[in-house]
């Protein structure tokens, strides 16, 4: 469920099931571009610890990894080749 006014955040509610899932509302995920196995992080408000914000993870495992293969480069071209498939299957 939504709520908006002129100026003002978008706010939805969902529920946390009894195993912890939370599903978002579809207007969140298509605004945000989420699909099925997004990560997100949850970060957990030191001001306030009873709010939380939720954020998509920009993995780009390639960079994160540059600079410390000693091999020459075999791990990355393994690396690159698993970013590829998993470009294919939508990921």
Known sequence: MSRKTAGKP???????SSRGQVVLPSPVRRKLGLRKGTRISIVIEKENEKRM?????????????????KDGGKALDILQEERRRDRERGR
């Open 53 to 69: 914000v939720l954020c998509p993870v920009e993995n780009d495992v390639i960079r994160e990894l540059r600079g410390i293969l």
């Open 10 to 16: 978008e706010v939805y509610t969902t529920t946390v």
